[in-house]
């Protein structure tokens, strides 16, 4: 157990919908990261943020946002959604950032009919 | 373009044997690599972390060397067991906030 907890575990909706993942990151920890793992694609960094501020994007689509609030837990709202969306998601956090271990959580799986 | 390539994709070894796997990258400015194992489901998790100057790290089994010249890494798994069955990741950070993902080595160990 690494400590970073995700809900829901399981997510099924369907296209055009929007959903929100939730994160908590392991107590102490100031860094969240979002991942995004899909069969075809492999994991893939979606967005990072260091103490209620966004610190560097990746390959984070429009139709997706994320905030961490000042409790340091965050969250992932994926809008108007598609079949390729369907995916991991992977929340991690550090207690810094740069060369930090990064602990995952246990993933949210997101299902799009 | 930035890109991290690992061979094997896959390997089959029996318990107790040792094994090596790569990490090609053709990342600028290289920032540091980090290696994952991540079990089929469920989340990766670290290995390793090396920066520019640090040639090799351990955590217990597994060893991992960096080569930042050939831009090559390596990760080194001694005497392995069933439970070193998974995948493993190779991640190189660009820069100060972009982490290039490899595709993995998907590591299977026979009794």
Known sequence: DSGVTQTPKHLITATGQRVTLRCSPR???LSVYWYQQSLDQGLQFLIQYYNGE???KGNILERFSAQQFPD???ELNLSSLELG????YFCASSPGELTDTQYFGPGTRLTVL | KNQVEQSPQSLIILEGKNCTLQCNYTVSPFSNLRWYKQDTGRGP???TIMTFSENTKSNGRYTATLDADTKQSSLHI???QLSDSASYICVVSAGTYKY???TGTRLKVLA
């Open chain 2, 78 to 80: 001694t005497a392995s």
């Open chain 1, 72 to 74: 340091l837990h965050s």
């Open chain 1, 54 to 56: 966004e610190r560097a």
């Open chain 2, 100 to 102: 290039i993902f490899g």
């Open chain 1, 85 to 88: 969306d369907s995916a991991l």
């Open chain 1, 27 to 29: 107590s102490g920890d």
């Open chain 2, 45 to 47: 998790v670290s290995l």
